[in-house]
């Protein structure tokens, strides 16, 4: 099902009219072009789909409000998108079981996207050393950072009891508006950066985002959208979940890295540079990047906008570095996952701070050599 408006300016007031078919027709063209499907990649459609049946009735119950003269149409192609999902669904069921376990790219293959996507010299072995010793070091760091804090404790042990501080669901969304405001105007009371006029908002992660964005992301602006307004999606634990796995969830969301988090997503991280890079005339400019420049510019703000006092305790200091530590792990997990046989549950079941982070891996598998630019920058700010 699709709505939408003629346009141009003999359409100033055009009302948005669905169409239907394209549900059909995307699940016949997966049905012809999929060939041995990936297990985790099933199962994680199978989590998507049950959002985007969701997406679909609610689209359909707000256009039928703004457009009643197409409530009869509309309805028709309601129908047929939510009969197209229901019969692919059956689809992802059955090749569910007999799903490949295969997803892994190959040394070989690794190194050429490595070569031929970001032009880096470096080939697996070369960034399972750095990851492994970017590691280390980042370890190092949390435990000196630990020793002031708790003088007893280990710093996992800190991090745990921290982390027991964190908004309610009911005031997530807002903590992080609130987080986004004070790093936008202290990007503008410090000069360090021109602000384009490019809102971005603060918003509940839609249902059928939930499955691969179980925390936060940001999504910038198309590189042609007149509006460029970015989004930033915070996942609200859903309701329906027992209490104690919503608490679990919460604590991912503890107070101290809301600050880390704010900024490397939004001001001056990714929504600065991306809404920049979208000014720009060129075409290449507005299409292409690569992880290197985009995570490397948001961990560059992480430690420069605590040089500039941004953080504001010690607490904050310290979780910026976990965030740090985290992507020194997707280092050693892109490579392990992609050149040296490790499982997508060995990666799951690891070290306590990535224990459960299920969707970044399944980007991991997904996207071979891409989370490799997000601590490229991290060598020097380390």
């Known amino acids: ?16 009219r669905p169409h239907g078919g394209g549900a059909s027709k995307c699940r016949e063209d997966a049905r012809t072009t999929l060939v041995e499907p990936v297990r985790v990649f099933v199962a994680t459609a199978l989590q998507v789909i049950e959002g985007g049946l969701d997406l679909v009735k609610q689209v359909a119950a707000t256009v039928a409000e703004r457009a009643p003269e197409q409530a009869e149409r509309l309805a028709a192609a309601t129908d047929a998108a939510v009969a197209a999902l229901g019969a692919f669904t059956r689809d992802l069921w059955r090749w569910l079981e007999t799903a490949s376990d295969h997803f892994a790219l190959g040394e070989d293959d690794f190194n050429f996207r490595l070569h031929y996507e970001h032009v880096l010299r470096d080939t697996a072995p070369e960034l399972w050393r750095y990851g492994l010793h970017l590691k280390e070091e980042v370890e190092a760091d949390l435990a ?150 985009v995570e490397g510019w948001a961990l560059y703000c992480e430690d420069m906008m605590g040089e500039e006092g941004f953080y504001a305790s010690e607490e904050e200091l310290l979780f910026q570095r976990v965030h740090l530590l985290w992507r020194a792990m997707r280092i050693l997990l892109d490579v392990g996952l992609h050149t040296r ?42």
């Open 1 to 16: 099902m699709a709505v939408a408006p003629p346009r141009g300016p003999a359409f100033p007031d055009a009302a948005p």
């Open 144 to 293: 000196a950072r630990a020793r002031r804090l708790d003088g007893r404790g280990r710093w996992h042990d800190v991090v745990n009891r921290l982390r027991a501080e964190h908004p309610t669901e009911g005031t997530l969304v807002d903590a992080y508006a609130r987080e986004m405001t004070r790093a936008r105007d202290f990007v503008v009371q410090r000069g360090l950066a021109p602000l384009p006029e490019a809102p971005l908002d603060v918003v509940p992660t839609p249902a059928f985002m939930r499955p691969v964005i179980p925390f936060a992301a940001y999504d910038s602006p198309g590189a042609y959208s007149t509006d460029r307004t970015g989004w930033f999606y915070v996942t609200v634990p859903d309701a329906r979940l027992p209490a104690e796995q919503r608490e679990r969830i919460l604590r991912d969301h503890c107070r101290f890295e809301l600050a880390a988090t704010a900024l490397h997503e939004g001001y001056p991280g990714h929504h600065l540079q991306l809404v920049h890079a979208q000014a720009q005339p060129s075409h290449v400019r507005k299409n292409i990047w690569t992880p290197l420049t």
């Open 341 to 382: 046989g490790m499982t997508f549950h060995q990666a799951v079941r690891g070290p306590r701070e990535r224990r459960g982070r299920s969707a970044p891996l399944l980007r991991g598998a997904r996207l071979p050599a891409v989370l490799r630019g997000r601590p490229a920058r991290a060598a020097q700010a380390a």
